[in-house]
T-cell receptor, first 111, second 112 residues
């Protein structure tokens, strides 16, 4: 158990819909990262928050947004969903940026 | 941006030592090299991290030559449960847009 909690584990929705993925980091970790992993692909970095502030953006679509709240949990919002958004979405947290602890992911299926 | 290059896949047999090499030609002076392991439908798991020379822990060793342009993850006496994808990661902060750069990963298959 990494100590990072992601909910829900599975999400099935339709095209055009909006969903919210939630991540609770390990106790004491200030950084939260979001990654997308499509089938048999590597991890695509989406966004990084540190203590409530956006620190870095990767390949995140304009339809996607995220935030980190004062209690350090984070949410990734995906809107106007398309079939191609179906993927595993991972959250990771860290105290130092060199070592990440990943959650078990949210499997999103857009039908 | 510091990029990494790894073999796409490797095969080995139970009980063998496996070495996976990662190239990172543009690594910066202060960058660390980190390796993660990922099983299907699970989040990656930290294996080992190093800056130079050699680092060893209970599961692996990491060898980094003096020029730091590459690194080698060594898994001693592998078992079937070591079948996974292994990622080489370099800490990149060369731009203000700080982010971690992931390689494509090496799919390691261990055979009986």
């Amino acid at each position: 158990d990494s100590g990072v909690t992601q909910t829900p584990k599975h999400l099935i929705t339709a095209t055009g819909q909006r969903v919210t993925l939630r991540c609770s980091p390990r106790s004491g970790d200030l950084s939260v990262y979001w990654y997308q992993q499509s089938l048999d692909q590597g991890l695509q970095f989406l966004i990084h928050y540190y203590n409530g502030e956006e620190r870095a953006k990767g390949n995140i679509l304009e339809r996607f947004s995220a935030q980190q709240f004062p209690d350090l949990h984070s949410e990734l919002n995906l809107s106007s969903l398309e079939l191609g958004d179906s993927a595993l979405y991972f959250c990771a947290s860290s105290f130092s940026d060199e070592k990440l602890f990943f959650g078990s992911g949210t499997q999103l299926s857009v039908l | 941006l510091a990029k990494t290059t790894q073999p796409i896949s490797m095969d080995s047999y139970e009980g063998q030592e496996v070495n996976i090499t990662c190239s990172h030609n543009n690594i910066a002076t202060n960058d660390y090299i980190t390796w993660y392991q990922q099983f299907p439908s699970q989040g990656p798991r930290f294996i080992i991290q190093g800056y130079k020379t050699k680092v060893t822990n209970e599961v692996a060793s990491l060898f980094i030559p003096a020029d730091r342009k590459s690194s080698t993850l060594s898994l001693p006496r592998v078992s079937l449960s070591d079948t996974a994808v292994y990622y080489c990661l370099v800490d990149d902060d060369m731009d203000s847009n700080y982010q971690l750069i992931w390689g494509a990963g090496t799919k390691l298959i261990i055979k009986p």
